[in-house]
């Protein structure tokens, strides 16, 4: 694949970024370079490369899937700055 000018200024137009000629210019050998690149790593065989999401072999730490009700609603309401028979309190928003 190969990019011309009238390409990039597309892509500029494209990513609302302005362009003047001469960067458009500038432009099109270094897209073609980075294209260039991309088909070479096109070529590389990884059929035998195992799929991965990391580098590192990573394993998750869960906790058990427990119901509870957390114990913890007078802290949790303790930062409230209104609080009503155990709920938050907010003002009224509907007359």
Do not use: Y
Not at 25 to 32: G, I, K, M, T
Not at 64 to 81: E, F, I, Q, Y
């Amino acid at each position: 694949m190969s990019v011309d000018k009238e390409t990039v200024k597309k892509i500029a137009s494209l990513s609302r970024i302005a362009v003047t000629e001469a960067e458009a210019d500038a432009l099109v050998p270094e897209l073609n370079n980075i294209l260039g690149w991309v088909e070479q790593l096109g070529e590389v065989d990884c059929s035998k490369v195992e799929p991965m999401t990391a580098v590192i072999p990573n394993k998750l730490r869960l906790r058990d899937d427990v119901v509870s009700d957390g114990n913890v609603r007078d802290k949790v309401l303790a930062n409230a700055p209104v609080a009503e028979h155990g709920f938050f309190g907010v003002p009224k928003v509907i007359e």
